[in-house]
């Protein structure tokens, strides 16, 4: 028999009050509330909670807080990353982020999903699709990355985009919704 959270995992349908997945909610819940009291003077602190938590930090990561989850383990971060203020990671699935990528602050990052068919969401059915996001990537303030997509290695997301399909390598997006812009010139 399939566990909700392997459907979850999976991106199947799955019931969001499993009594084991309310369970993870609220130990994701509680280590926001410890992690979101502490600042960067804290760097130990932090190290260790995000270690405990998190499905995977590499080094010399910088996460502001307050930074925002489901569950966390399904959270895998290179070397490297930044993440600005109040970034919303949902990870109903797996989020992946490649060393070097720096992320704006209010950055939503969004594996949830909901059925398209009415009987499902009035079920109170849910869903998700992974996300990828390379290296190197820099994602703008208040940008949104939906479901299923792929950021690839040093692409630029615009402050304020809706991303709702892959972005290649090296492009840069901008816009409701993201579209890919001519490269800057070198500066």
């Known amino acids: 028999m399939t566990s909700e959270s392997e459907k979850m995992l999976a ?15 609220s130990k994701a819940q509680r280590f926001m509330s410890s992690y979101n009291q502490t600042s960067v003077d804290d760097g130990p602190v932090r190290d260790a909670l995000l270690q405990s938590h998190i499905g995977a930090v590499g080094e010399s990561c910088a996460i502001r807080s307050p930074v925002y989850i489901d569950y966390g383990f399904n959270i895998y971060i290179g070397d490297r990353v930044f993440l600005n203020y109040g970034c919303v990671l949902l ?14 602050p209010a950055v ?20 998700g699709k992974p996300i990828s996001i390379g290296e190197n990537v820099w994602i703008g303030s208040q940008a949104v990355i939906l479901p299923g997509v792929t950021i690839g290695n040093d692409a630029i ?29 070198p500066t």
């Open 11 to 25: 991106g199947d349908h799955y019931d969001p009050g499993d009594a084991e997945l309310c369970e993870l909610r």
């Open 157 to 185: 997301v615009g402050a304020g985009s809706i991303v709702t399909h892959d972005v290649s390598p090296g492009m840069t997006v901008v816009g409701n919704p993201a579209r890919t812009v001519p490269p800057a010139p």
């Open 91 to 104: 990870d109903v699935c797996t989020i992946r982020i490649g060393s070097g990528t720096q992320i704006g």
């Open 108 to 127: 939503q990052i969004v594996t949830a999903d909901h059925p398209r068919d009415p009987a499902d969401r009035a079920a109170g059915l849910e869903m």
